[in-house]
């Protein structure tokens, strides 16, 4: 099985100044993913605002084999920076949940540091707590099942 990685911010939460509120339905959204691969936070955030963030998934964190953040990423960033095109993977590859869209810095950076094309990029509707998607990770996982798994979920 090929590893499945998901943002963190405005995919799983939402981080405010006191307080990180997690996704409706973060929690059972990594429980299934789980029985398709190791699932991975990968985050453009760094390691100590994602350590403080994964317990407000609750059971959800249970399923996160691993994560990788901007610390990891910075080998990449500073590639792209300078224009390499021989930029080696850094992750195995794999399907990646994230709010970004396909063209954005960030897409660059972690579909480059999994060697993907935009075929394994999921894009979730960023998540905000004053005005959630209740339904975006239900869709957003209908869409992965149909799409690498063979059948609607």
């Avoid at 691993?66 to 399907?95: A, H, N, S, Y």
């Avoid at 960023?126 to 063979?150: E, I, Q, S």
């Amino acid at each position: 099985m090929n590893p499945v990685y998901v943002d963190l911010d405005q995919t799983l939460i939402h981080p405010t100044k006191d307080r990180i509120y997690p996704r409706p339905g973060a929690a059972e959204f990594l429980r299934r993913l789980a029985g398709h691969g190791e699932v991975f936070i990968l985050s453009h955030a760094m390691l100590s605002h994602v350590e403080e963030a994964l317990p407000a998934l609750g059971v959800g964190a249970e399923y996160i084999s691993g994560v990788f953040t901007r610390e990891d990423l910075q080998p990449v960033i500073d590639q792209l920076v300078l224009r390499r095109t021989d930029i080696q993977p850094l992750f195995p590859p794999g399907v990646i949940f994230d709010d970004q869209p396909i063209g954005s810095s960030y897409h660059l950076i972690k579909s480059t540091a999994l060697g993907i094309g935009d075929d394994l990029w999921i894009q979730v509707p960023a998540y905000n707590r004053v005005n959630p998607n209740d339904t975006a990770l239900k869709a957003a996982y209908k869409k992965f099942h149909r799409l690498f798994v063979g059948a609607d979920a």
